[in-house]
């Protein structure tokens, strides 16, 4: 019974599952991909003794990076299940029925996501020997390695673990009246994290604008402390999206809630997108800095110098993909926010307008922000004549591309979702 009402579950909720399993699949083959890279011969990455070189360092933080993007998944869709969970506490269910409830589940979709990123990741294969043999101008290859596949192996086993912990956890923690009110465990957390000082509010926001924008500027005239830079523009971006990005965005649809409804909702729904969004897009700015500050300084050897461009190629495509599978999540929610605004009056050419600037300011933020940081450091290294322009362009490229994809095919889900409504509302959008 037990078993039939998980798959039934997921079966109702197929999108939240559906792009969380992607997301794993992602992780799985970039995984099993990067391990066979890094414990090459070539390499030689081991993490028994192991050295304090750049492969060595890069593969932690990819395993860092994988791990963290299925957790911040992993949560969004835990928390989806909230309303479930809590109906099945009033009508009687007990802790070890809600922990098997979430045990099938997770394991039907993370255990089908393994052979299938290990899949992906052996049809990849030929791309990569490729484009070593163009770096190198040898016939060097990426092999199968079975060492690689026991440390994939024991890599997934550990996300398995800890998110089918994590998901347990959430239904022992929270009695039924919290699990319907999301709101009140996410301010119980906050006032856990409070900081015991506080300063003034105009004082907090010029520190968090000058700690976000300063390092910019910095990078260039040294780009190879973007690292340390970028380390503390991202603390400050992560106080100045919500103390001073948000009460401005605010500002803007107080003010064009009379005058222009239709770019006054698109701006509600952009804030409510950055404040569901804002540990994905952390995330991505750490990967698309800190990655790039590693490429311009790998001058080792090919297998080494591509090794950290698939990385930073790879992980700039993973976190533009989880932000989209993340967000979509999101968008298959909305048709209730849309049957109330076609009740007051709004027409299928006001919602087209809504949620296409919707999308392109999410998308286009995201991407302005690690453009300025990652321009700013790739100047200072033309500047350096550390590098080419064809490399840097290439690089810029890598980071473009998947962000722009990530929008056409979230713009395109988000028309599909609003504008395809069942019969009974089509009247009302039409």
């Known amino acids: 019974m037990i ?20 997301t794993f699949v992602l992780c799985t083959a970039f995984i099993f991909l990067f391990f066979n890279i890094s414990m090459s011969d070539a390499i030689g990455v081991v993490f028994i003794n192991s050295r304090a070189d750049l492969a060595t360092n890069m593969t932690i933080l990819v395993i860092a990076f994988c791990s963290i993007n299925i957790f911040f998944a992993n949560d969004f869709f ?33 255990v089908l996501a393994i052979p299938a990123g290990i899949f992906l990741a052996v049809c ?16 060097a290859m990426i092999t199968i ?3 690689a596949v026991f440390t994939t192996s024991i890599v997934l086993l550990f996300l398995i673990f800890w998110t089918t ?7 022992y923690k929270n009695s039924a009246s919290a699990l319907l009110n999301e709101r009140r465990m996410k301010l119980q957390f906050e006032s856990f994290i409070k900081p015991s000082f ?29 690292l340390f830079l970028s380390v503390i523009g991202l603390i400050g971006f992560n106080g100045f999206l919500p103390r001073v990005f948000v009460p401005w965005l605010n500002e803007r649809i107080r003010s064009h809630a009379i005058t222009d409804p239709d770019r006054a909702a698109a701006l509600g729904f952009y804030r409510n997108d950055l404040q569901i969004l804002k540990n994905n897009i952390l ?22 110098t591509m090794m950290v461009f698939v990385s930073y190629a790879f992980m700039n495509i993973l976190q533009a993909l989880t932000m989209m599978f993340k967000y979509s999540s999101e968008i298959s929610d909305r048709t209730a926010y849309y049957d109330s605004l076609s009740q007051i009056g709004y027409i299928r050419k006001d919602f087209v307008r809504i949620l296409f600037r919707e999308v392109v300011c999410l998308y286009g933020s995201i991407l302005l922000l690690a453009l300025l ?26 980071v473009i591309l998947p962000v722009l994809f990530s929008m056409t095919v979230s713009l395109l889900h988000y028309r599909h979702t609003i504008l395809h409504t069942p019969k009974e509302r089509r009247r009302n959008v039409y």
């Open 78 to 110: 835990a928390r989806s299940k909230t309303r479930e969970l809590a109906v099945r506490i009033v009508s009687g269910a007990t802790y070890i029925q809600l922990a098997l409830y979430l045990l099938v589940q997770t394991f039907i979709l993370l």
């Open 373 to 398: 940081y990652d321009c700013s450091m790739l100047a200072g290294t033309l500047r350096l004549g550390d590098i080419t322009p064809p490399t840097a362009l290439g690089l810029l490229a890598c």
């Open 124 to 139: 990849i294969l030929p791309a990569l020997n490729a484009l070593l043999a163009g770096i190198s101008g040898t016939a």
């Open 165 to 171: 912990l994590l998901n347990m956890s959430l239904a």
């Open 198 to 226: 506080t300063l003034s509010a105009n004082v907090l926001r010029w520190l968090y604008a000058a700690m976000t924008f300063a390092p910019i500027l910095l990078v260039f005239l040294n780009p190879y402390t973007g």
């Open 3 to 22: 078993v039939l009402d998980a798959v039934r579950s997921l079966r109702q909720k197929f999108s939240q599952a559906f792009f969380f399993w992607l």
């Open 283 to 304: 995330l991505y700015y750490v990967n698309a800095i800190f990655l790039l500050t590693l490429v311009i300084g790998a001058h080792e050897n090919a297998m080494e």
């Open 145 to 147: 390695r079975m060492d």
